[in-house]
């Protein structure tokens, strides 16, 4: 990890005072990864956390597959076009920072599907795009839901928190364009 | 009254009346991994009910998962999906579970209503 990336997080976290990194968050921020696994968190705690990561980058992967249907599908806008091009960079985005993290873990990154076997068929609009998309989105900030709690390591787990917030606002801005409440509840689930 | 409150206490949890309608609507939590008819981050969910864990073709398993052993039904599901990684320590599906009874309950009813739709799950 480089200098620009690291200094503004760490400057982040030591303004918070209180904040106590684990030895695992620390070598992994420093990019010392063969220090990853000692101290603090054990081997075991770590491919439990690599585990839970892998889950959330096979279900990121699967996003950016059906972003890549929807942009060659024909059937968006421009405005819409760029906008899911964009929303499938942040899941590249995801990704790529997910398949690292595994494997600073000592852990093996899955990889993307050959198939996803995605209904094609029922994708006859613009609208029919959106919603598909849309339904992902919200799986996906489910599953974030679902992981950010288990995740031993509170650093990986305000990282993937981070992420949570990103997909509900992909989530909110796809329900606004299909003429729906952006934020239908004040909890999501 | 208080008999009737006693007993319905204590029923096991599972036995729980679903909706499948609301079990539905829970579904969507798990689109990003899952689907009915296929394998995606996680195995189809067709077969579902019957099915000895860890068989469905062509999806990779964990080790964990593979030597499980139980047959999902209504109590072994509700089990697994209270708390997956407790329930099969090392199993894929890093997610914390779903906590509520009457949720658990909803989402088996509608897995098992959607799972015997011959137009999904041919």
């Keep these: ?189 | 009254m208080a008999l009737a409150a006693t007993l319905l206490a204590g029923l096991p949890v599972w036995a729980a009346e679903g909706d499948p309608g609301r079990g539905e609507e829970i579904y969507q939590r798990c689109v990003a991994c899952h689907t009915l008819a296929h394998n995606r981050v996680g195995p189809r969910h067709c077969g579902l009910f019957g099915r000895k864990a860890g068989t469905v073709p062509n999806y990779q398993y964990s080790p964990a998962m593979k030597k499980y052993g139980v047959t999902w039904n209504d109590e072994t599901l509700d089990r697994f999906l209270e708390n997956p990684l407790k329930t099969v320590p090392g199993t894929k599906m890093g997610y914390a579970g779903v906590k509520d009874p009457q949720e658990r309950a909803d989402l088996i009813a509608y897995l098992k209503r959607a799972t015997a739709n011959p137009e999904i799950c041919k």
Excluded: C
């Design chain 1, 1 to 189: 990890m480089s200098a620009i990336d690291t200094t503004p997080r760490r400057s982040f976290l030591s303004g918070f005072g209180k904040i106590t990194l684990s030895t695992t968050a620390i070598a992994l921020l420093a990019g010392q990864e063969h220090l990853a696994l000692v101290g603090s968190a054990s081997a075991q705690t770590a491919s439990n956390d690599a585990a839970i990561l892998n889950s959330a980058l096979g279900a990121e992967q699967q996003a950016i597959a059906a972003y890549q249907l929807g942009a060659e599908s024909g059937l968006l806008q421009k405005p819409v076009l760029e906008l899911a091009v964009q929303f499938q960079g942040h899941h590249k985005q995801h990704a790529d920072a997910l398949a690292k993290a595994v494997q600073k873990l000592g852990g093996k990154p899955v990889t993307p599907l050959k198939d996803y076997s995605f209904a094609k068929e029922k994708l006859k609009s613009q609208k029919d795009v959106l919603a598909f998309a849309a339904s992902l989105e919200k799986g996906a900030v489910s599953a974030y839901l679902g992981a950010v709690p288990i995740l031993a390591d509170r650093d990986l787990a305000r990282a993937a928190a981070s992420i949570l917030g990103d997909e509900a606002m992909h989530w909110a801005v796809l329900r606004q364009a299909l003429g729906q409440n952006p934020v239908p509840d004040a909890f999501v689930s």
